[in-house]
């Protein structure tokens, strides 16, 4: 048989050329893997919310323990709060924030035993302050801890964060006994 590797065989051009066109899909794929998607935040939540300052840090109980209303932005991993909603200047600097943390390794959920007001969750800032979140309605009580823990989730590598928790369940039936015992004595 004749020898492939013989520039005038047939089959050593077509060989050629499908050899080029392997190098050429393996180039194109490689600047394909250098573009990175747009980054997109998928862990938001911001809104009014009434924050009491419980504790500075684990040992220290806050000096100034009264419901603010504060403008609350939660965005990806850090949490921030604001006297009102941030605006951004003509030099596209947005407002400072009365206070900013991560939320790395960060606790949130209801603060079942606060009496005084319903719709309270508790969230716990490592190594930092606890605050109490006062929301309006119990579905938006409901968010915040979501978002928290989901913003807590995320903070950490893959290989070392946790299941993700979900934070529904007994508390909405035992609103609804107390709401039908009311109604009840009525």
């Not at 862990?43 to 924050?51: A, D, F, K, M, P």
């Not at 800032?125 to 995320?154: K, M, Y």
Request: with cysteine; glycine share 4%; hydrophobic share 25%.
């Amino acid at each position: 048989p004749p020898s492939y590797s013989d520039p005038s065989h047939p089959w050593a051009i077509e060989q050629q050329h499908e050899e080029e066109q392997i190098k050429e899909n393996d180039d194109d794929d490689d600047d394909k893997e250098e573009v990175l998607p747009p980054y997109e935040c998928t862990v938001s939540r911001v809104g009014h919310v009434h924050i009491k300052k419980e504790r500075e840090n684990q040992d220290k109980i806050a000096k100034k323990r009264t419901w603010r209303k504060l403008y609350v932005m939660l965005w990806g991993t850090a949490i921030r709060a604001y006297k009102r909603e941030p605006k951004i200047n003509q030099h596209g600097e947005e407002d400072k924030p009365i206070w900013s943390y991560t939320l790395q390794q960060a606790e949130a959920g209801l603060a079942t035993d606060y009496r005084k007001h319903q719709h309270v969750l508790r969230i716990r800032i490592h190594n930092g302050p606890q605050f109490l979140f006062r929301c309006e309605t119990e579905r938006s009580a409901v968010l915040w801890i979501d978002a928290v823990q989901a913003a807590t989730n995320i903070c950490q590598d893959l290989d070392v964060r946790p299941m993700p928790e979900f934070s529904f369940g007994r508390r909405q039936r035992r609103n609804r006994r107390r709401q039908q015992q009311q109604q009840q004595q009525q």
